[in-house]
């Protein structure tokens, strides 16, 4: 469990370079046309700034999938999502990008709403992989993906933010899947032949597309906030919802994980509207 978590932070850390470099890559390509979006996601692999993103974050990826095969998915995210507070540091002072004391204080705001969230979670799974009912994984998993694409519908063209958020949801359902199937991986090829493949798939491609566009018409840093928030909220839910890890029994605890949610989406208001960056 403590390399899943270690891998969990550097999956963390992963995310945020590939986040930015893609956003560079990013505003400098033509926009993704809602009607032809293969073509439009085809033109950003002419921006090697995009590519170098794409290539970190499939590494990323990859340790993601790695860390949630050994540790349960709760604490995965909640080790990536307290590691939010690494995006401005590295958008300031490494891209140079210019981030305002508004979204310092909503980023900020987000990742102590998030250890607050971890802070609850101990004891949360006693084992790497809990089990699950088939018939509440798929409900879960439907309604993030409807939830996703709703929001990606709502905000095509109209707002970066809430585009930010449906990528997130997608993506949260195609990590969701990706902890149903961790069992399976490295053992055999049957999950290849899973219906849950062909979740992940399409719903990392269509993730992939949307965030892709969001970056396109807003800030770097709230655009990635709400991305990873979005994601991170939407597994550390599946955690008692599908997998079937204890809430926490101290009232306490039970407090601090609702205030953690507050928190976030206190963070959610604070952030500024979509720009299009020079």
Known sequence: MAIGLLLALATALASVVGFLYKHRGAVHSPKIDGRAPIRGSLALFRSRWYLLGLAIATVGWGLHVAALALAPISLVQSVIAGSLVLLTVVADRAFGLQVTRREWIGVALTALGLAFLAA????????????????????????????????????????????????????????????????????????????????????????????????QDGRAVPVIAATCAAANLSTIASGPIVFEEPLPSDPLALALRLLAFALVIVAASLTPPPLRNA
């Open 120 to 215: 609850t979670l101990e004891g949360a799974a006693s084992e790497s992989h809990s089990d699950y009912a088939p018939g509440v994984l798929t409900f879960y998993v439907t309604l993030l993906s409807a939830a996703g694409l709703i929001a990606m519908f709502a905000g095509w063209g109209r707002n970066a933010l809430v585009l930010a958020v449906s990528a997130g949801l997608l993506w949260g359902a195609s990590d969701v899947s990706i902890k149903a199937l961790s069992g399976e991986l490295g053992t055999s090829v049957a999950f290849l032949l899973d219906p849950l493949t062909v979740v992940i798939l399409i719903a990392s491609l269509i993730g992939l597309t949307v965030s892709a566009r969001s970056l």
